[in-house]
């Protein structure tokens, strides 16, 4: 008979590539107070800077009563300001 031990890193790695797809395929979202806890920005700065940068991030209105940040774009945005330094 086969041993479970065997197939354990196999079923393991397949763990890890279908969880690893699912990530990559959902879009995460974030509120102000967590873009601005991840930017180091005070949410009345980003307010100001989505009216007056237009290579800022833009927020989502995902319902009539809840506004988000898609977390890939702010992920961008923060590395692009880094290689400008």
């Given at each position: 008979?086969?041993?479970?031990?065997?197939?354990?890193?196999?079923?393991?790695?397949?763990?890890?590539?279908?969880?690893?797809?699912?990530?990559?395929?959902?879009?995460?979202f974030?509120?102000?107070?967590?873009?601005?806890?991840?930017?180091?920005?005070?949410?009345?700065?980003?307010?100001?800077?989505?009216?007056?940068?237009?290579?800022?991030?833009?927020?989502?209105?995902?319902?009539?009563?809840?506004?988000?940040?898609?977390?890939?774009?702010?992920?961008?945005?923060m590395?692009?300001?880094?290689?400008?330094?």
């Amino acid at each position: 008979m086969f041993s479970d031990d065997a197939y354990s890193p196999l079923i393991e790695r397949s763990i890890r590539l279908c969880v690893d797809w699912m990530e990559n395929k959902m879009q995460r979202f974030l509120r102000l107070h967590e873009v601005a806890k991840l930017t180091t920005l005070s949410e009345s700065t980003i307010k100001r800077r989505e009216k007056d940068d237009p290579d800022f991030i833009r927020r989502l209105k995902i319902s009539p009563r809840r506004i988000v940040f898609d977390a890939d774009e702010v992920d961008g945005w923060m590395k692009r300001k880094t290689e400008d330094q």
